[in-house]
Structure formats: structure tokens, C-alpha cells
């Protein structure tokens, strides 16, 4: 756990480096992105650089004001850079995200950004992706019909359940997350088509063709792959 702590930490602390002065950057949400902000908040301090950021959850606005850097919006800014985790990172730099229930937001950020850095442990890295169920969210009243077109595209649904509370986890859009278990998802770029087209889904977490760089946390430390 300590060994793949430190790869995560690896992993954002070299992607901070890729900040300009002047930036204004996406700010992914997860436990790698974690080390990305608090990097970026050790290089404000330290060498002053000028920098604002566009959270894609909370946990992203609550660690950018602990890191004192200051926040807006895509209504006011354009994203130069974003940096940001996934669950899963297959060979062709498409990704399963949405572990953190933030994919909606961060594929809304992500997709603006001019350059989009993906940041992880190398346990991230799979041949395939389907191992990690992925996650949809959907709009509550939906549950029904979405569940079955899940099933008839061979997938195997649940609710995500809160921990600590009784019920759904529910999303920062007051919205339900499903996740799907599939065999194997062997073209993501249609299935992630495909999914957005059922009534009742808001986005799912699949992220396909938009990833610029991808920098990933080895034990002996991270580099771009």
C-alpha cells in the first residue's frame, strides 16, 4: 500500500511540472489527482506562479482552496491543461474512469482542456478494458429501462451503494451511479456511443480518444509511457 501510495504521489508530483505560469487547468478528482493539486499548490507557494484551477467535484474544490489555488469556472475561463486519474488505461490511451462518481464533470472538463494528461499507478495498466466495472450515471427515475438495455448489451448492472449512509451513492449532480460489468470491452469508442444513447443515462465513464500524455507511477518512479 505504501509502495503504490508513492507511485501515485510520483505520478502527479511530475505532472505539476508540466504547469505554466499562468494556466488555467482542469483539476481531476481521485486519490492520484490528490498529489497533482497538492504539487501545484507547493509550486504557487514556493516559486509564486499564477495559476487557477476548475474543480470536477467537491473533494477537487476542497483540496484546491487547501492548496490556495484559486478556483473559477468554464463559463469564465478556457482549460489549458488538465490532469486527471482513471481506473482503468488500455493500450490505445482510452480509459475507464468514474471509481470517484465524478466522471460526468470531469469528462466535461477533460474534453475542454487544450491538453489532457492522465496520471496513475502502473496497476492501471490493462491490455483490455472491462476488468473494472464502469461506472453510468443515470437519472434515478430511470433505474428500470436503463438496467435492461444494460443487460441486453451483455452487462451485468448494480447500484453503487453508499458507504456510511443508507441507500444510492448519489452523485454531485443528484444523480445514481450503475456499475456495469462487462467481459470485455473490446471497442470502447462505440460502446461509449452507445451507452450515451439509452433515455435516462447522463454520461458514462468511458473516455475515448482524448487523452494528449499519460504519465505513469512505477516503483522506480513515473514517467511518461
Known sequence: MIIMSQMKKDAGYLAAGEVKDGQILGLGTGSTTHYFIEAVGKRVASEGIEVMGIPT???????????????????????????????????????????????TLEKIVDYSAKEFIVIADSSKLVDTLGAFPLPVEIIPESVTPVMKALKDMGGVPEIRMGQLKDGPVITDNGNFILDVAFSAIENPIHME????????????????EMVDKVIIGFEDGARFI
Open 57 to 103: 467535484s467537491y473533494q477537487s474544490f476542497l483540496l484546491a482552496k487547501a492548496a490556495n489555488i484559486p478556483v473559477t469556472t468554464l463559463d469564465e475561463h478556457e482549460i489549458d491543461l488538465a490532469v486527471d486519474g482513471a481506473d482503468e488505461i488500455d493500450p490505445k490511451f482510452n480509459l475507464i474512469k468514474g471509481g470517484g462518481a465524478a466522471h
Open 193 to 208: 456511443k452507445d451507452l450515451n444513447a439509452i433515455p435516462g443515462v447522463v454520461e458514462n465513464g468511458l473516455f475515448t
